[in-house]
């Protein structure tokens, strides 16, 4: 039986802001257990909840980057349960009405744009965090995380594919960082993501039972969590089993998903409206002055590469893909401005230089193996003239060695070309001279010994002769 | 023993003013009072005489330099002990809380505190401010100062018997369903529940958020309005505290009463009233009617919804705002425990006494899956309705009159058997906390027992000042508030 | 179990009882028509309070951990969770 796997993303982001959701504590990762702390978010009797107006900024930032309508009234609710890291018994957050709702995001995979609608984005905060004590069974608790702000982004169930979801997450994570609303790390936990995972037979419109898929902290456990669980789901029900509404945790260890056994996975959070905060009303000025604030997206950007830089619609998404990168492009074009040129050799050298080292992991890369003014420098270097491209390529590879300048290493290792006539066809008559009977068939019509006798003079000027100049030098002594 | 006790804080803050009273003595006259009634009264959970007097000896210190801070410098006043002070244990009446001891100020406490003002004690309650006699208070029950044998109300049980019995020169309560307004009746005592939002609720241990008002008890008018204008205003600490300006009550006091149109509701003078409360309800009114005011009779139809909606609203709020007791991060925690989920449930259990128990399942049931529309919407929704029939009447009239209460104190006992039974009698009060208006009681009279009988009145939304006026108004053309309780020594 | 309350047996049948009486007492809001009445969350209208995003606390380990019934030097402690 074929199957059309089904899937929805929620992401849980969190908030680049100084302090956390409803009290003054700094949200610094890193600070000592207990040290960002006070009365409101470690829930001592008698706190309320004050709310930063920042948090709303971001949401309503990410909600114009995704094309969400933005609520003019959303509302607070309260999510009930027990557990030590979370200090009132219930979380903040929003049920009903929340802040954005109805988005999407153009996910690019092999060439082909694809459409992942957003159901919704709301606030709400973040809890503590609990560790297994070493010495003993107790859990010890840390409430530095307690409170900071959080965006939950919930897609609609239209990705098909592990791959698909991956995309998605980065495409959604460029968004948030273009916004500089979140760091997008998943490692360190401030981009999290839980996958929604169903199946069905391929045309069929109803949807198979969902199972709900935790614990995958990196984009390729996204991916090998989601194929993992179609492939299940597929034999299970090929085997004629059913399939059980639950959720599971991915393992990375052993590359399963593993169904969790506590029964507090059948919540009754009993949501009610949040009585101490009032409805949160976000007007029409509010929205204009976060839109005109907004920085430039990765599809804007993108375009502004087409129509200022003249480059190719499929350059312009490959360097705005990352805003690291597209920060690295346009630095090393104001310092020379051929920007075809430059984009080759991001698109090119730089980034495979950035997946081999795995810079790219890095949420903001800053140590690049060449500078973008050096790259400059380089790419400049071929345009008047100095090197050709060929040996460019060599210039690079010492430049990545040594760190030396571009300029450095041609004049160091002597690999200026060589453009004058007069070397060159001193060189020319060398080899013509060397090789009468090939002239005489090139005379007589064999047109191909040109890539030949290019090759010898080339030779014969240690490469360093201008192609460009060989050719045509060449082609009027043979002529002639 | 001095009679200093029995000064108003008016009174009392002219002689602090003249010279003639210190602080200190003040203070110690009435901490010398609490000694001597406390074994009969029990008003207080704990009595912060270290405190007074350090407050009392900075009061006149200020008064030396000239750096008086106004009319509460140097005035003792109980706390209702689910209202912080720093440094001092909070008990809520509550064994669950174990040793707690606040690390902050309410707001309410740190404005008093700027005003000068001392702090004796922190009064009894019922546990969590769930009840209206102080029965459900985990350290005892509070005794009415009339009648040592009955209850003094509650659940601000403790806050009404201090300033009753002058252990206190005024106090501060909660009220979320009658909790001041009912007590102040039960003791002859004037006391306001604020318009909601108007006084923060930070640092008040929660009950009911969309219910729960801070408020000023006190013998006269004029002390509760002193209280009121220190305790009023905007916190930024509370997302729902008000931004409504907030007028100078004590000048607003004195104003004439004539021309303003009271309301009766009919459906607050029903069956089953004590006989004596309605006559001495009427006998106020006509009083006022000589004063100037015109009365009339209204309705305020969903009037007996009130008490049903009310108790599905507050213990849904109340079982969320509870679920932070857990033995966690304070508190008294069950030691015996294999586990996490064993730890939270017996230190729950342990901690918590049967009314909050009761509470916190019905609550917990009200927001429950499948059960959430048919009952805690449904109570927002009837809620909308009686806050309606109340706006629609102030369309037309200054000021709702009402009783306090279907009775005067119970005796202790009387009403532990049946829950029920304790909730319907806040059946005149709990309307005005739902609809979030002001109400005010003042004492208008006696029965046969010689117990006390509270006149409520209802005003606008952040009209307290209209309710002061007629209170005042009442006052001054009668001398209930001058009667000392007869259960007690003088 | 929602409200981890544990209760003795006696304390059970009690409360179901009195629950009983409460809960048949309510039935009585089913009476009201409420088709159309939109739900009172809030008593109080106020424009947004919000606060500027700024740390304006700071670290008061020692005073949050005061009340604490157990502790591991800053870590709150509490039993073993069982998953």
């Not at chain 1, 207990?34 to 978010?41: A, D, E, I, K, L």
């Not at chain 1, 034999?235 to 059980?244: H, I, M, Q, S, Y």
């Not at chain 3, 089913?30 to 670290?59: C, F, G, I, K, W």
Request: charged letters at 25%; a negative charge.
């Amino acid at each position: 039986m074929k199957y059309e796997p089904v899937i929805g993303l929620e992401v849980h982001a969190e908030l680049l802001t100084e302090s956390k959701i409803f009290c003054g504590c700094s949200t610094k990762f890193g600070a000592p257990p207990n040290h960002n702390t006070c009365p409101v978010c470690v829930a001592l009797p008698g706190v309320l909840p004050v709310l930063n107006r920042r948090v709303v900024d971001y949401a309503i930032r990410l909600g114009l980057a995704t094309h969400c309508t933005v609520a003019p009234s959303s509302r607070w609710a309260r999510k009930n349960y027990f557990y030590p890291d979370l200090p009132k018994g219930y979380q903040i957050s929003q049920y009903e009405l929340p802040i954005c709702t109805e988005g999407y995001v153009d996910v690019k995979l092999d060439g082909e744009s694809k459409r992942v609608r957003l159901t919704r984005i709301h606030m709400e905060e973040d809890t503590g965090k609990n560790i297994h004590d070493a010495h003993s069974d107790a859990s010890l608790v840390d409430f530095n995380r307690c409170g900071v702000p959080l965006l939950e982004i919930v897609s609609e169930p239209d990705i098909r594919s592990p791959e698909e979801a991956s995309a998605y997450l980065r495409a959604l994570r460029a968004i948030l960082q273009y916004l500089e609303v979140c760091d997008g790390n998943m490692e360190e936990g401030s981009f999290r993501c839980d996958a929604n995972v169903s199946i069905r037979p391929v045309g069929a419109t109803e949807l198979g039972t969902k199972v709900e898929i935790k614990n995958m902290n990196s984009f390729r456990n996204v991916e090998r969590a989601i194929a993992y669980e179609i492939e299940r789901q597929a034999e299970t029900l090929d085997a004629g089993g059913r399939l059980v509404q639950e959720t599971r945790l991915w393992d990375p260890d052993r590359e399963v998903t593993r169904s969790m056994r506590s029964k507090e996975s059948a919540h009754d959070y009993r949501y009610f409206p949040e009585p101490d905060l009032l409805p949160l009303e976000v007007g029409p000025e509010w929205i204009a002055e976060v839109r005109a604030a907004l920085p430039e997206l990765p599809a804007e950007r993108g375009e502004r590469f087409v129509r200022e830089h003249g480059l190719p619609a499929y350059d312009a998404e490959v360097l705005t893909a990352r805003k690291d990168v597209a920060d690295y492009f346009e630095e090393a074009l104001r310092a020379h401005g051929n920007a075809k040129s430059i984009s080759n050799w991001v698109m090119g050298e730089i980034l495979r230089l950035i997946r081999e080292r795995r810079l790219d992991d890095a949420l903001v890369i800053r140590d690049w193996p060449v500078a973008p003014a050096a790259l400059a420098a380089l790419v400049k270097l071929i345009d008047d003239g100095t090197i050709s491209g060929k040996i460019a390529k060599t210039v690079f590879e010492e430049m990545l060695a040594s760190g030396a300048a571009p300029e450095a290493i041609v004049r160091e290792k002597g690999l200026t070309q060589v453009s004058d006539d007069g070397p060159i066809l001193a060189a020319i008559d060398q080899v013509l001279a060397a090789n009468p009977d090939k002239v005489a068939e090139y005379r007589g019509g064999k047109d191909k010994l040109m890539g030949f006798f290019v090759g010898q003079v080339m030779k014969g000027t240690g490469g360093k002769a201008n192609p460009g100049k060989v050719n045509e030098l060449l082609k009027a002594r043979l002529s002639g | 023993m001095s009679d200093l006790h029995r000064l108003t804080i008016a009174q009392a803050g002219e002689r602090l003013a003249r010279g003639d009273l210190s602080a200190r003595e003040l203070t110690d006259a009435t901490l010398a009072r609490i000694a001597a009634t406390e074994p009969a009264v029990h008003s207080f959970i704990t009595v912060t005489a270290d405190l007074a007097r350090e407050q009392a000896d900075a009061a006149d210190a200020r008064r030396r330099r000239g750096e008086a801070l106004g009319p509460l410098d140097g005035i003792p006043l109980a706390i209702k002990d689910v209202i912080h002070v720093r440094g001092v244990r909070s008990t809520a009446g509550s064994q669950i809380l174990g040793d707690f001891i606040a690390p902050f100020d309410a707001t309410v406490s740190a404005r008093l505190r700027a005003a000068g003002a001392v702090c004796v004690g922190k009064a009894n309650c019922d546990e969590f401010a769930m009840g209206s006699s102080t029965e459900n208070s985990s350290f005892g029950a509070s005794r009415n100062p009339w009648d040592l044998e009955r209850v003094p109300g509650g659940s601000s049980g403790g806050s009404a018997s201090a300033v009753a019995a002058c252990q206190a020169l005024g106090s501060l309560g909660t009220d979320t369903g009658g909790s001041i307004r009912q007590p102040a009746g039960c003791c002859g005592v004037v006391g306001l529940k604020p318009t909601y939002g108007r006084v923060s609720r930070y640092g008040v241990i929660a009950y009911a958020s969309s219910l729960d008002q801070v408020g000023p008890l006190a013998r006269t008018v004029d002390d509760c309005a002193t209280l009121l204008q220190v305790l009023a205003g905007h916190d930024p600490a509370d997302s729902t505290s008000s931004r409504h300006p907030v007028p100078d009550y004590r000048a607003l006091l004195r104003r004439d009463v004539r021309g303003l149109r009271l309301a009766l509701p009919r459906e607050y003078f029903t069956e089953g009233m004590q006989p004596e409360v309605e006559q001495s309800v009427r006998t106020a009114v006509r009083q006022l009617e000589s004063l100037g005011a015109r009365v009339e009779e209204v309705s305020l139809p969903h009037s007996k919804y009130a008490i049903a909606a009310y108790y599905l609203i507050a213990t849904a709020e109340a079982s969320s705002n509870l679920a932070r007791y857990d033995g966690v991060r304070y508190g008294a925690r069950e030691t015996d425990a294999a586990n996490l989920l064993e730890m939270y449930r017996k230190t729950r259990d342990h901690g918590f006494g049967a009314e909050v128990k009761r509470r916190i399942m019905l609550g917990t049931y009200a927001l429950s899956a499948g059960y959430y529309d048919a009952y805690y919407l449904k109570a927002q929704r009837v809620r909308t309705l009686i806050r309606h029939d109340f706006m629609e009447v102030f369309a037309t009239h200054d000021a709702i009159v009402t009783p306090t209460a279907p009775s005067t104190a119970f005796r202790l006992g009387e009403k532990t058997a049946d829950p029920l039974q304790m909730y319907l009698s806040d059946i005149f009060t709990i309307s005005v906390n739902l609809a979030g208006l002001p109400g005010l009681v003042v004492p208008c009279g006696l029965d046969a027992s010689g117990l006390p009988v509270g006149l409520q009145i209802v005003t606008r939304p952040f009209e307290e000042e209209t309710a002061l006026q007629l209170g005042h108004a009442y006052e001054q053309a009668t001398d209930w508030h001058r009667r000392v309780p007869t259960g007690i020594a003088a | 179990m929602l409200a981890r309350l544990e209760l003795t047996a006696a304390e059970e049948d009690s409360l179901a009882h009195q629950l009983g009486d409460i809960l048949a007492y309510i039935e009585t809001l089913q009476e009201v028509d409420t088709s159309d009445v939109p739900p009172t969350a809030h008593v109080v209208d106020s424009e947004n309070l919000l606060r500027e995003d700024r740390v304006t606390n700071a670290p008061q380990v020692e005073a949050m951990l005061a009340n604490a019934p157990e502790r591991d030097d800053h870590h709150f402690k509490v039993p073993r969770i069982i998953e």
